[in-house]
């Protein structure tokens, strides 16, 4: 058209007649640049959605951290650092590796597309999508859409399920101590790992993906653990948001424990165990403060827990604060003792060694920490054994759990370490509230669940032979 614009005033000056098949030549181009701009844009488009993953346009997530601190009372006023293009493809793309995040950003293959401004260079353009490469720590906006190459979503290992049959599934289900939007609870039965690993078939996290999801878009997700051969309340969160929310309530409760914050009506988040221990503390109640540390056994093989002193400093890794409350609930003329525990800090192992090492008074079952303990075990001869359990026919429990066995009365006892009682804020109250605009909601204030867990069986039948009532 330049060229177009450019004859038509020579017009005028010249007696030439126009030269209509150059002036027909400019329009035939023009026409065909204006389609073939058009074609290229539209090409553009078609290639970029065969080429990229789009994730879900970017706006500011709630802070999981800064709602725990206000459940808590302790309201931060910390400035909020900006939000990274890595983070928002973490939390969009939790199943792809961060090995494989970080070499897409290294190898510049990540875009950004975003709306054009109004008062920049490009005005003209305003409202238009923008496509730029983005690196890592770059800080993104409102609006913002972050796309993925199409060749990294086959790259990701989707968490899937076990494949369960319907009694399974229904076993599982029969685990439930609560359910709402927020979070779903059970009753970890001994014996069942939480998390996968090297030569665990069945577990938690992958059973309730397949169990608990029921109508939910997302699949349940550990907010904490509990060791293998324990027992009792497990807490998993239903969506994203609130896993995130109930982790930084924990975390909370560890940071706020080891500040020495050890008001119990503060705390948004308190668990008790029941354990039977082999003899009796010294003192009916109090608090253990002892650092704990991991350390490599001379094996090279296995790893350890336990306090931190002079003699294996060297050997371990960096400690962490633990703080446990206990109190005796029973004692028995057999020598055992049955110990309520309130861990205010959550570390791994914490209380098996808090009792085997600070108390002297391991956890029946317990073979790790109380091995020497249980080298001359001799199991309690009970003729006036509880006769309610011996007519509960024998059922056969899926995957590979023992449902009889494991009390007192045992050669090999199982671990008698249950979580018996949690108190949680009602995370599914509290975002109902922060997703209002118009609420003021104080979430210090927010309701507490209280969820009991029963005894395993084991427990229940050991609970029984020493001559307790429920």
Known sequence: MAELLHLLPNRHLSTKPWNFTALFSILLRSSYCSATAQNKREDLQGERAAKWLSLPPFSPPIDSSLIAKEIAGHPCLEKREPFTALKWVRRC??????????KLFRLRQVRKQSTIPKGTIIENNAGEKQIRRVSAKSAISLGDVILLPVSSEKSTNQRGGCSCSDDEINFIRSLELYKDS????????PGMSVQGGVGIKYSLDTLATTSLKYSNPEPPRLVHRLDRDSSGVLVLGRTRLSTSILHSIFRERTSGAVSHNLKIRSRPLQRKYWALVIGTPRDPN??????????????????????????????STSSNHALTEYRV?????????WLELLPLTGRKHQLRVHCAEILGTPIVGDYKYGWQSHKKWQPITCSTRSTKYENIPIKRLPFGLESEGGSIDEKQPRLHLHCRQMVLPDISV?????????????LSKCEKINLVAPLPLHMQISWDILGYDS
Do not use: W
Request: one cysteine or more; charged letters at 20%.
């Open 182 to 189: 927020a979070m779903i609870v059970i009753n970890k039965p």
């Open 430 to 442: 509290a975002l109902k509230h922060l997703q209002s605009e118009f609420s003021n909601y104080n």
């Open 329 to 337: 609930i029973r004692t028995s003329i057999q020598g055992y003792t």
């Open 286 to 315: 109090g608090l253990i403060s002892a650092p704990l540390a991991k350390f490599v056994l001379d094996n090279g093989k296995s790893e350890r827990i336990t306090i931190v002193n002079d003699a294996n400093i060297e050997k």
């Open 93 to 102: 793309c939790p199943e792809i590796p961060m090995s494989l995040v970080q």
